[in-house]
Nanobody
Framework: QLQLVESGGGLVQPGGSLRLSCAAS????????IGWFRQAPGKEREGVSC????????YYADSVKGRFTISLDNAKNTVYLQMNSLKPEDTAVYYC????????????????????WGQGTQVTVSS
């Protein structure tokens, strides 16, 4: 069964950090683009970041640039999203998604055409 499983969400104070994981099973992340998205209550889904396993490129939305870092561990078949300096407006359900192919991550690559989605993990930033 092909699936993505997110983990690592939780409650954190403003200014704190969390690391989200997106583990793939049933397929390897070779030649995939992997994106992180988030959706807050009452808001549209927002693309956060992407990474390409075929081309060491990354992309970040302006809202997280300089605070979040995306990385890929091929040995563990897992993508990470390190989130630092968290703000209350980062509160959302975070999802990862993957699509096969050769990509250079960009805003367009981040936003469209994914084959697999995870179930999401809740991140709450509050004092």
């Amino acid at each position: 069964q092909l699936q993505l499983v997110e983990s690592g969400g939780g409650l954190v104070q403003p200014g704190g950090s969390l690391r989200l994981s997106c583990a793939a099973s049933g397929f390897t992340l070779d030649y995939y683009a992997i994106g992180w998205f988030r959706q807050a209550p009452g808001k549209e889904r927002e693309g956060v970041s992407c990474i390409s396993s075929s081309d060491p490129s990354t992309y970040y939305a302006d809202s997280v640039k300089g605070r979040f870092t995306i990385s890929l561990d091929n040995a563990k078949n897992t993508v990470y999203l390190q989130m630092n300096s968290l703000k209350p407006e980062d509160t959302a359900v975070y999802y990862c998604a993957a699509k096969s192919g050769y990509y250079n991550c960009s805003e367009y690559v981040l936003l469209y055409g994914y084959d697999y989605w995870g179930q999401g993990t809740q991140v709450t930033v509050s004092s």
